[in-house]
């Protein structure tokens, strides 16, 4: 079963605007991670926050994590056509020396020109 | 891709024909992954392996087999493909810990007639 859920399933907006996409998960993790993926292509890692961690920053993105509410946020700036992408959430937990990364389902962003 | 090849990129096969796909990495990490990727499900973990002939099963591991008798090779096995196992493939690697940062290959789509 998936650990992470992102939301919302979809998203569209203008070229230049921000686009935030946000997860949310259901167990304590260790880290919190997100991935694009372009169509056709394999993910790419973009950022990691660990469970210690509030909020971290990577170029234009920005993640903040608030393991409380069990919930995490991905923050793209000024948004490019580019951009145009799927994003995943991944969480890494405690379950021992081999536990896995769990994804969500993902996000499709699109930014129009 | 982070020095990850997948073969072959794109199959057809036949319902009840044996099917092995390979991910070769040149980066000498130690864990090595099977992902699928179906809509609305995400990602899923078939199989893992945290090191050569050390291997574990996945959320979806039913009708698959997997081998790792180098630290480059991964071996996916679909002992008598089904039309559910019609998707795309994933193989990822990391080297730094089992739920940390993921390196993808570009993917495997598998169609089984």
């Known amino acids: 079963s998936q650990q992470g859920e992102e939301d919302p399933q979809a998203l569209s907006i203008q070229e230049g605007e921000n686009a935030t996409m946000n997860c949310s998960y259901k167990?304590?993790?260790?880290?919190l991670q997100w991935y694009r993926q372009n169509s056709g292509r394999g993910l790419v890692h973009l950022i990691l926050i660990r469970s210690n961690e509030r909020e971290k920053h990577s170029g234009r993105l920005r993640v903040t994590l608030d393991t409380s509410k069990k919930s995490s946020s991905l923050l793209i700036t000024a948004s490019r056509a580019a951009d145009t992408a799927s994003y995943f959430c991944?969480?890494?937990?405690?379950?021992?020396?081999?536990?896995?990364?769990?994804f969500g389902k993902g996000i499709t962003l699109s930014v129009r020109p | 891709d982070a020095g990850i090849t997948q073969s072959p990129r794109h199959k057809v096969t036949e319902t009840g024909t044996p099917v092995t796909l390979r991910c070769h990495q040149t980066?000498?990490?130690?864990?090595m992954y099977w992902y699928r990727q179906d809509p609305g499900h995400g990602l899923r973990l078939i199989h893992y392996s945290y090191g050569v002939k050390d291997t574990d099963k996945g959320e979806v591991s039913d009708g698959y087999s997997v081998s790792r008798s180098k630290t480059e090779d991964f071996l996916l096995t679909l002992e008598s493909a089904t039309s559910s196992q019609t998707s795309v493939y994933f193989c990822a690697i990391s080297g730094t810990g089992s739920n940390e940062k993921l390196f993808f290959g570009s993917g495997t789509q598998l169609s089984v007639l």
């Open positions: 991944a969480t890494g937990g405690y379950t021992g020396a081999n536990s896995k990364l769990t």
């Open positions: 167990t304590s993790i260790n880290n």
């Open positions: 980066e000498n990490h130690r864990y």
